[in-house]
């Protein structure tokens, strides 16, 4: 029995009788749309670093006030994170970041050459009064709302208040909104200022995981012009062929965007009820796809999962909430009662409360 | 008029009368294979980060003694590069470039955080004497034979001298080997050693370098390792669909490299000829597709051709040679004949021997 240490463990691992509450990747498919490019299509050349222009024109539609000149297209969200950590990067600085926060951005942090602080979610939810008093020193602070693995939306008014102290203290904010149309309480807020990186992809909306389509919409001229020149250097022009993708997925009618989230919001309802049931202690989310419930011994209960019923959860600690599992809904109704039905035979068995 | 600063100026100028001796960007499609896959192409879910497994063992078929744990498939060789300067970076570190060099290595020694130091070619050539009595401190020392801008190929004698010596004083060897297949006088020689990181990609071989698919190789598995890692949070896996496209170019006959070869082969005797019997100073490239010809004031030589020419070539500075222009002949022999007559119509009335 091997020792389960990151989520990178779980890669690969997909025999049938395998329920993975694990990976947040989107088991619906993208839109046919996408697919329906690839028999006539003929490019292969270079193209604009920045990104297609029509596919920038057409992200740039969606965001008021903004222009194509504003984005970069990049390799995922995760490249857009990276790209706009390096960009905004000096030695030392602290970038502030959500606790529990996505697994990556510890990470991230350090690859950029600057240092992690926290600002520690309460049920999920910004104490405002506590960033703030903890601004000291930071450059950028980092919002994910709605949150993996929190499956929180923030208070728009919380979100203002962050809005207005960024600016007045001149602190950036990057906000990663990669889940802003898996939203079930209410439309997304985009975070605005001046100061604001907005991170997002075509992973999560349009389930276009693999072809690692993201973006970053920056306002000011020389963030943009100065992660252009790193991608420049460091990968050049985002796929193509994916952009292409990425670009005829938009055109799918939003009522396409709407029935999916109405097959999200069913399955958390399913999983939420079902976990609640059991009497696990945890939110009901209100956007992304994950519950995250409290549980003695995470690491325990992930290998017995794992090895004994054949289950992949996430230990909580590997986001920074360490008495806590992740479990991702991104999967079929009948594979999540089917999940729920191992973890109620093993937590039968177990004193799992904490 | 603008002034040219640097090669991303002409990103996008393509109307028809302009004939671009610029960007090293192969004219000739890639084979059939890679497009035949997709009108049944269906594909969406994320891919292992460290690449497709069938890809990683067909390009380990290729490497004597390798196997596929020791690639990772990157978005181009420019991720490749910037992957491994971070996997073995380390403050104030001294990564050694050939001067000439490719517009992109300061940058991605720069953006690693670490200092670059040069060693001078001769005519293209590593005086080795030279590169080795400048050693103190060196921590990585990279390599690009054949050598974009300059077109020549190191003496398989110098690359084993180069290998013996970062052996023996335990420094890093990455060679950029992108234009292996466009070597018109031998076989290429791969670098060897437990401490080589060799990059390369499917943009030059198979003309796929908007789909942006490169790889390392790097014997030692802690290396792997950490790029794995760094890769993990700033990209995720390849483009999905651009690995497969990559897979099945690889299916391709070797007749196709060899009548490639031919091609570029008749290119280059053109244009060393043309630019030759102009009176410019300048050698014989043997391999990847450069001519890179002395001349007075490169900078205005660029404008001049540009602006009163329609003809794009590139300032040797940018390549760290100040006294030269970069010309790429990856394009039609109609088109080189036509560039070369524009030249021509140029000299004619400058002063242009320095």
Redesign the interface.
Known sequence: MQEITSP?FF??KDNPDLISFG?G?PDL??PDEA?DI??T?????????QGMLKLRETLASQYSGANAESFVVT??A??AL?LSL?ALASPKAKVMLPRPYYY?YP??VR?A?MESVFYDLEKGKINFENLKNNLEGVKIILINSPSNPTGTIQDIETLKKIEKIAKEKNIYIISDEVYKDLIYERENYLIQGENVLTINSFSKTY??????IGYVYARRKEIIKKI???K???????????QEMALAAMRVPTIFLEDQRLIWRKRRDLIYDGLKSLGLDLWNPEGAFYVFPKIKNPQKVMHDLYYKYKLIVYNGAWFGAPERIRLSYALSEEKIKEGLKRIKKYLEKEDFKN
Chains 1, 2 share one sequence.
């Open positions: 990178s890669i690969g990976s990747q498919p993208p697919f690839l028999p299509y003929r490019d292969f050349k270079y193209g604009l670093v390799n995922g995760s490249e990276d390096r990556s990470f991230n690859f050459g389930a276009m995981c693999g072809f690692r252009i020149e790193l420049t250097h460091t990968s050049m022009n985002t796929n193509i062929l994916g």
